[in-house]
């Protein structure tokens, strides 16, 4: 099967900094990875979707400035919360797809964030 | 806007029985609709991909139906059993080509032994 990780699995931080979230693709390499952001009993929200060597392309209401996505190689992806507030405290969730359109999307376990 | 909705409130059977979710969208065209599986403090596990052109799929126990003209899938997992318990997701994908997804906030269900 296809695996995706996460690291770290649970991060806890004071308001002010940044936190990195590393999603890497085990045993395949990923065209595309996506970012989400999930609050308590809602939906996955769409925050980004990272190509290789390309800038993030980042949804409506997203900021980029504030969601660092960096997506260096073909098995790895980062979002960086840069000065991290309460506010930004929720579930981050990864995605990543071997091919285009309407291939599968295997999801990390995801990363609880929480902002002092 | 596009909206997509799941019935909020939890789903309890009994085991044995037959669960069926379901996922109503409005304002929105999708070329395929993909079903997954989420547990808590967990990331969600692909189950079923249904497409347009298609009315149904199945796998193992589970089955989906799509209807374009409804703008409605419904999920059914038969002979449930307590494993099955979780919050189930429905999400749709349009024919960019970006796969991209919008997903539904999900339905919790609880098969009770």
């Known amino acids: 099967g296809a695996v995706v990780s996460q690291h770290p699995s649970r991060v806890i931080c004071k308001s002010g900094t940044s936190v990195k979230i590393e999603c890497r693709s085990l045993?395949?390499?990923?065209?595309?990875m996506f970012w989400y952001r999930q609050f308590p009993k809602q939906s996955l929200m769409l925050m980004a979707t990272?190509?290789?060597?390309?800038?993030?392309?980042?949804e409506q209401g997203v900021e980029k400035d504030k969601f660092l996505i960096n997506h260096a190689s073909l098995t790895l992806s980062t979002l960086t919360v840069t000065s991290a507030h309460p506010e930004d405290s929720s579930f981050y969730i990864c995605?990543?797809?071997?091919?285009?359109?309407?291939?599968?999307?295997?999801f990390g376990p995801g990363t609880r964030l929480t902002v002092l | 806007s596009q909206k997509i909705e799941q019935n909020s409130e939890a789903l309890n059977i009994q085991e044995g029985k037959t669960a069926t979710l379901t996922c109503n969208y409005t304002?929105?065209?999708?070329?395929?609709l993909q079903w997954y599986r989420q547990d808590p403090g967990r990331g969600p596990v692909f189950l079923l991909l249904i497409r347009e052109n298609e009315k149904e799929k199945r796998k193992e126990r589970l089955k989906v139906t799509f209807d374009t003209t409804l703008k409605q899938s419904l999920f059914h997992i038969t002979a449930s059993q307590p494993a099955d318990s979780a919050t189930y997701l429905c999400a749709l994908g349009g024919s960019s080509n970006t796969g991209k997804l919008i997903f539904g906030q999900g339905t919790t269900l609880q098969v009770k032994p």
């Open positions: 990272s190509n290789e060597g390309s800038k993030a392309t980042y």
């Open positions: 304002n929105y065209s999708p070329a395929y």
């Open positions: 045993d395949f390499q990923a065209t595309t």
């Open positions: 995605s990543a797809m071997r091919g285009r359109g309407t291939d599968t999307q295997y």
